[in-house]
């Protein structure tokens, strides 16, 4: 049913390289690397309905990791991708044994500390991390020996671990794990009373979201060739809730216009300077109040209020 | 053996800025439900419109009033547009009152500019000293601010029929709403309640620190760590909790890093939350998964 979509998709993404425009696909490439966080948190939050407000910190260090590993083992980029991405995972397992004991306020504050924890770390720990003034002369990733460095090489790439954690995370949904958590998601004592292994399941999904959230690390990390702590920090975290959120928290489609509308509505305001700020936050408000289906199903459902309501005066 | 004593006053004067904005989370937490990830925001915006005020040439009496005036105001219309209609739904409360925050912010920035500012102390500048430390008169102003509202609060929620209905719609909303109470009001006096002890944290502590347009995110997870150290649920847990949280930090920054002194807070919260979630003083059931 869904098979037209990631056609559509290559499709769009080809005909934006095709243009030859720089920035747009600057913006697509973008697009696709916060796209693998916010698919992530889709999982954990919109999924499982399991709130995590330290996103921001798994996508950091899956970065650093990236480089780092890069650099102490020497291992080519792209390895270091797959070794970071593979740490943070068992991280964020580790992290899911200690957290998911908490649930509700408790959890999202729980979470939130971690993602703090894991800031005041990247920007105190100057001998790993290079403190502030971050880690530079991060390699590009390269293919059979050919730098990609220009932003038409990275794009295909990019898109592609993206498309293929959308397809992951489809499946993942649909199978039985998915049933699982969406009962986890309706009714915990329910989830468990039919015999699902609900904090297993947390734990899992945490671990496949932190993965999402490192590959895509890991591959800004060698895109931007810079890293410093700023970018990890919790409103990076808010982001990728709003992102989630205007996608309609569970519907992995959802969430990648989520991801695209937040990246346009970010640029479209650049000049205005914290009127950005501003607008994030009504739009998350407002989303979470009048479309708690996400974005487009909220306007969808007005709009067919709307339709439905002038037929209705028509007739009468 | 002064340096330790140094460090225990500035944490007590910390902390009860912490225990004042923690005592914000429960007056909106006992009747709601919904914890306010916002409410560091009301902190900020307090102190920057007091600043504002004062520095439009009103006196400080008047700049004070007018700023919790302002907050209050900001907490009343927070309520009905945002929370109202999430009522009952943590994750969507929790969603909510952290976009709300980011609005606070973002219109703070734009309002007061992003340079952060400082506010004149309430009564000049010259140092106490005691035995060895040195104590800002100002320090003294946040000692007492925060004794007289635990204090009164705790009064108020104990002695008084408008604590008694608090505490009934935080026990069972359900059943108060059976016998007459109008628990949309009480929620609505919360909010109002918390913006107003928001602010007044926030003006109070703004001669000895900075205030910034995000400073209140990190005081109110400084103030939500608070509660559960103390144990959610009334002034004295929060004030308690505050106290140990401001000393514990005072002490790592001076004797450890200052840097590493928030993942030492955010470290502790974690502890409490995994291994004794009712805090020092509480029991608390709910919060287990």
Redesign the interface.
């Known amino acids: 049913m869904m098979n037209w979509r990631i056609p559509a998709l290559i499709v769009c993404i080809a005909a934006c390289a095709a243009t030859g425009n720089g920035y747009f696909v600057s913006l697509m490439v973008i697009i696709g690397l916060q796209a693998l966080p916010a698919i992530g948190l889709a999982l954990i939050a919109g999924y499982t309905g399991q709130i995590s407000l330290g996103h921001a910190a798994f996508y950091g260090l899956g970065a650093y990791g990236a480089a780092l590993i890069g650099k102490w083992l020497g291992v080519p980029a792209g390895l270091d991708i797959v070794l970071s991405a593979a740490v943070v995972a068992a991280l964020a397992w580790a992290i899911g044994w200690l957290v998911f004991r908490l649930k509700g306020h408790y959890l999202a504050m729980a979470t939130l500390a971690f993602g703090i924890i894991v800031q005041v770390c990247l920007v105190e720990m100057h001998g790993v991390t290079g403190g502030p003034d971050g880690l530079t002369g991060i390699a590009p990733l390269s293919l059979f020996g050919v730098p990609l460095a220009s932003d038409f090489a990275i794009l295909p790439v990019i898109w592609l671990v993206t498309i293929a954690a959308i397809v992951c995370a489809q499946n993942l949904v649909a199978s039985p794990t998915g049933l699982a958590m969406r009962a986890i998601s309706e009714n915990e004592a329910t989830a468990r009373s039919v015999g699902n292994d609900v904090k297993s399941v947390k734990r899992l999904i945490m671990m496949v979201s932190g993965l999402f959230c490192a590959l895509g690390g890991g591959l800004y990390a060698h895109y931007i060739g810079y890293l410093s702590p700023g970018p990890f920090d919790v409103g990076f975290s808010i982001k990728l809730l709003l992102m989630v959120a205007i996608g309609g928290f569970a519907d992995v489609w959802g969430v990648l216009f989520g991801v695209i509308f937040i990246t346009l509505i970010g640029e479209a305001l650049k000049p205005l300077g914290a009127y950005d700020i501003v607008a994030y936050g009504a739009l998350l408000v407002i989303s979470v109040i009048y479309c708690p289906d996400g974005l487009l199903r909220g306007i969808a459902s007005l709009a067919g209020r709307a339709m439905h309501t002038s037929t209705a005066e028509r007739r009468s | 053996m002064s340096d330790a004593l140094q460090f225990l006053i500035s944490g007590l004067v910390v902390g009860s800025i912490y225990g004042l904005i923690g005592v914000g989370f429960t007056c909106i937490y006992n009747v709601t439900g919904i914890?306010n990830?916002a409410q560091g925001d009301f902190a900020m915006v307090g102190a920057m419109s007091a600043i504002a005020i004062q520095a439009a040439g009103a006196p400080l009496w008047l700049a004070i009033l007018l700023a919790i005036v302002i907050t209050c105001a900001v907490a009343l219309l927070i309520e009905r547009s945002?929370i109202r209609?999430?009522r009952g739904d943590?994750?969507?409360g929790?969603?909510?009152t952290?976009?709300?925050?980011?609005?606070?912010?973002?219109?703070a920035?734009?309002v007061w500019g992003?340079d952060a500012q400082p506010m004149p102390a309430f009564s000049g500048e010259q140092l106490i000293h005691v035995f060895g430390a040195t104590v800002m008169p100002q320090s003294l102003w946040v000692l007492g601010t925060a004794i007289v509202a635990m204090v009164a609060l705790d009064l108020l929620f104990r002695r008084t029929y408008l604590g008694q209905m608090f505490r009934a719609c935080a026990m069972n909303p359900f059943a108060a709403r059976l016998v007459g109470m109008k628990v949309e009001t009480m929620s609505l006096v919360g909010f109002v309640m918390s913006g107003a002890l928001g602010a007044i944290a926030g003006i109070v502590v703004a001669p000895i620190a900075l205030t910034q347009?995000d400073t209140g995110?990190q005081l109110g997870?400084k103030g939500?760590v608070a509660c559960?150290v103390g144990g959610f649920g009334g002034p004295i847990g929060a004030a308690v909790g505050g106290l140990v949280l401001g000393v514990l930090e005072a002490f790592s920054a001076g004797y450890v890093?200052s840097?590493?002194k928030?993942?030492i807070a955010?470290?502790l919260?974690?502890g409490f939350?995994?291994f004794r979630?009712g805090g020092l003083l509480g029991e608390y059931e709910r919060?287990?998964?």
């Open positions: 914890v990830f945002a209609p999430v943590v994750m969507r929790i969603i909510v952290i976009g709300v925050g980011v609005v606070l912010q973002g219109l920035a734009i992003t347009y995110l997870i939500f559960i890093s840097g590493y928030n993942a955010f470290a919260l974690l939350l995994l979630p919060v287990r998964g």
